[in-house]
């Protein structure tokens, strides 16, 4: 058997006092899409964050490619790329430069790097906007952005947190491919989303994270057989819901907003 | 003694908040309930490091800055109390410079909190009336009228009752006065943006917010330092302008000035008050339609050979390109264009003699002055108007980051050093021939270069990867850092001028200072470089402030 990619075992996260991961172990492979799941304030982007080095754990072991982290932060950094959920640019930048910036400081070749970023903007349908200012670009074009930036380097491991925010449906079918081309050259890919529907068609597997505590790790198919459910929706709602039924909870807000 | 302040501070806020102060912004129509939860909002945010570029909300910044005022006046209030002068001139002395101060902060400050407004881009969908937002939001800006007042006018007008011809009421009388022109300059600052928002399009009001920024430093510079005799001709000019007016007597002028006034304030403030929250947006996003342009840059190229590769590439054009287009930058350097400008234009008035002359020649000055610049770049490098991009940098190796400051390096010597010095040499090889100039550039060179060597050091992390803070460096350490910077530079263009009585000693002293910008830039790289890594290091910690419980209610 091939060393996983990600190998995380007993990775404990405190923010201060407060334990935000407790002990979650699971391993990533060469060439699987992930899917990382969980409610809001779950711990996944603390996760990814973790694995991108940007974070250190309180506790536990983390190894990228087999370098442990954080003492091998430097070289994990070349090795990964992220999309990150909600990021600032550095918006007086056309989309060109932004893209410029990403690359070298990833230490791309000159005549490489150009033509990465021409082949993603031409792909991303961004050419003609590539000398207009980030600022001026909508949601979706800034997400296409990000996107582009983190594969310039043409990294091993690419995280993805929330990466079809604001995409159109021609975009979100684009970058849905892409992902499928990058697992079928054999990079490995951490996705981090709420969209279940995106996550059962393109994973291999899911991870369910629920406050801080990994509460599923197989395939979406065996995840299906296991609760008796018919799609990730339902599995997803059936792991992490509290007690009651969401129609009982939403009658109550209701009632609510009509005292 | 503070628990008694607090007392008096509380009992004058539940006045401000009491029926009666409500009574008086709702005949404004201003929204009472939601003004205060607007102010409320504004102070919970700037006490969380959120809006940190205002500098009304910075109340350790402004009092600093009051106390330096109040360090300089101590020169009129001394020299009205020596010379014996008459109280009112002195007081109006200090009053005219208490206006020009006002109007200089002023100006850039409600252009920081009108034209650039992330916040309101949060609140423009909420059911928040222009007017009580727009109020809301200047209202701090009375914070700096309250502090610049009492800083310039307490000594002085403490003075008064001790001049010729002054009241034991004089104090009471000159404070008050000076405050109620101090509240008149900032409903005026104010009402100058609402006008321009009439005849400016959203998009283009950053760049002409700059321009009006500019005016008062601009004409400060122009009289200051125009060819002489320039001033008078305007001084004349005027009064000729002005002559019809002699004849109108003085009680029929003074109401019509005012009422003019007041009636361009109120038409301004109004004009404001309008509809602003929907041009927030535009405003915000103001160079929308702005394009860039792909050039194969030659000197990126030359870099990335020279000084560590790609990275260091990375390094030069983002420097190169944001000191261009932050608006935060932009606005906060452009107090030193006119004065920069003012000062070229006074070293070239002189006749620009040659350094190896006898006299003191204003060309010693030209490396000291590019290095003040370099200097005050450096501090205001760090900070910028998109600092939430920085995460960018996080991902970057850290073996990478030193080639990143190499890279940051270059731009900056580049542009501050190198381009000036070779714009300026055509005309020095003219005025005194190519040996001569081309001594004095590679002097200029090597001397500017040490500037930036100690500049390097004071940049405090990954270029505009930092929210403005005016806290630190507008006020305290930096007034006192500038003040430190101008008579080092002064020291330096007298040493300078001794220097340059001896060709040997010139080419010793180029050698020399060549050698060691070398060896300080090695020292200082590696010091920009840590500061680089533990802004990173403290960014990507920032996220634990959210687990960081506040206090309720």
């Known amino acids: ?259 | 003694m503070s628990e008694i302040l607090d007392q008096i501070k509380a009992a004058i806020e539940r006045q401000l908040r009491g029926p009666a102060f409500s009574n008086l912004l709702k005949s404004f129509g201003i929204d009472p309930r939601r003004y205060w939860l607007l102010m409320d909002l504004f102070h919970k945010l700037s006490t969380r490091d959120e809006m940190q570029g205002q500098f009304g909300l910075q109340s350790h910044a402004l009092r600093v800055s009051a106390a330096w005022f109040f360090l300089f006046s101590a020169a009129p209030a001394a020299g009205g109390l020596i010379l014996q002068a008459r109280a009112w001139v002195v007081a109006g002395i200090v009053l005219a410079i208490t206006a020009f101060t006002l109007i200089a902060v002023l100006l850039s400050e409600a252009a920081n909190s009108l034209v650039n407004p992330e916040e309101a881009l949060a609140l423009s969908h909420q059911p928040i009336t222009g007017a009580t937002y727009t109020a809301a939001k200047l209202s701090h800006l009375l914070n700096i009228v309250f502090y610049t007042v009492v800083g310039w006018n307490l000594l002085p007008a403490l003075a008064t009752p001790f001049m010729k011809d002054g009241g034991w009421s004089y104090p009471l009388l000159d404070l008050l006065i000076a405050m109620t022109l101090g509240v008149l300059i900032a409903l005026f600052c104010c009402s100058i943006y609402g006008l321009l928002m009439r005849v400016v399009p959203a998009r283009r009001m950053k760049s002409a917010s700059q321009f009006i920024q500019a005016i008062p430093i601009a004409i400060f510079t122009l009289f200051r330092f125009a060819p002489r005799g320039s001033s008078a001709r305007v001084y004349r000019s005027l009064a000729v302008v002005a002559a019809p007016l002699q004849t109108v007597p003085w009680w029929l002028l003074a109401p019509a000035f005012g009422g003019i006034a007041i009636a361009v304030t109120t038409i301004g403030l109004r004009s404001l008050s309008a509809d602003y929250l929907i041009r927030a947006s535009a405003m915000v996003h103001g160079a929308s339609n702005a394009t860039t342009r792909v050039r194969r840059s030659l000197l990126g190229e030359i870099v990335r050979r020279l000084f560590g590769g790609q990275v260091s590439r990375a390094g030069f054009d983002y420097v190169k390109r944001m000191m261009l287009r932050d608006w935060q930058f932009r606005r906060r350097l452009l107090g030193l264009m006119p004065m920069m400008i003012g000062m070229l234009l006074g070293m070239f008035g002189s006749g620009l003699a040659a350094p190896f002359s006898q006299g003191f020649s204003a060309a010693h000055l030209i490396p000291h002055f590019l290095g003040f610049i370099l200097y005050v770049v450096c501090i205001l490098l760090p900070y910028g108007t998109d600092y939430k991009g920085v995460w960018l940098f996080l991902l970057v190796s850290d073996r990478a980051l030193g080639r990143f400051a190499q890279g940051v390096h270059t731009s900056l010597w580049l542009a501050f050093i190198m381009v000036p010095n070779v714009v300026l040499f055509p005309l020095f090889a003219w005025r005194w021939g190519f040996a001569t100039a081309g001594g004095f550039l590679l002097f200029s060179v090597a001397a500017s270069s040490i500037y930036l060597t100690f500049g390097l050091r004071v940049i405090e992390g990954i270029p505009f990867g930092k929210q403005t803070q005016p806290g630190r460096d507008s006020a305290g350490q930096g007034g006192a850092r500038m003040v430190i910077l101008i008579f080092v530079t002064l020291a330096a263009a007298g040493i300078q001028y001794v220097l340059f009585r001896s060709v040997i000693a010139v080419a010793i002293a180029i050698v020399v200072l060549s050698a060691a910008a070398y060896f300080l830039t090695r020292w200082s790289l590696h010091s920009f470089e840590a500061a680089i890594r533990h802004h990173l290091s403290s960014t990507s910690q920032t996220s634990t402030m959210i687990y960081t419980e506040v206090e309720s209610g």
């Not at chain 1, 990833?106 to 980030?134: A, M, N, P, W």
């Open chain 1, 1 to 259: 058997m091939t060393e996983p990619i990600v190998d995380v075992s007993n990775l404990v996260f405190r923010y201060g006092t407060t334990e935000v991961l407790h002990s979650i172990s699971f391993h990533l492979n060469k060439g699987e899409i992930i899917g990382l799941l969980g409610p809001n304030g779950a711990g996944k982007s603390t996760t990814i964050k973790i694995i991108a080095g940007i974070l250190s754990q309180t506790s536990g072991h983390v190894a990228v490619c087999g370098l442990s982290l954080p003492e091998s932060a430097i070289t994990v950094k070349e090795r990964i790329g992220y999309v990150p959920e909600a990021a600032g640019l550095f918006e007086s930048l056309s989309g060109q430069e932004f893209l410029e910036l990403s690359g070298r400081l990833h230490d791309v070749e000159e005549e490489t790097l150009q033509s990465r970023i021409k082949s993603v903007l031409e792909r991303f349908g961004l050419t003609s906007d590539r000398l207009r200012r980030l600022e001026a670009y909508s949601k979706g074009m800034r997400q296409k952005i990000l996107i582009g930036a983190a594969l310039l380097h043409n990294p091993q491991l690419i995280l993805l947190d929330e990466p079809l925010t604001g995409l159109d449906v021609d975009a979100q079918i684009l970058v849905k491919d892409l992902i499928a081309a990058l697992a079928k050259d054999g990079k490995t890919i951490l996705y981090s989303s709420h969209i279940l529907e995106v996550v059962e068609r393109i994973c291999d597997r899911v991870l369910i994270i629920h406050k801080g505590n990994l509460i599923a790790d197989p395939s979406v198919q065996d995840l299906r057989d296991s609760t008796h459910q018919s799609n990730l929706e339902d599995v997803f709602r059936q792991l992490t819901h509290k007690e009651g039924s969401p129609e009982s909870d939403m009658s109550g807000i209701i009632e609510k907003l009509r005292s």
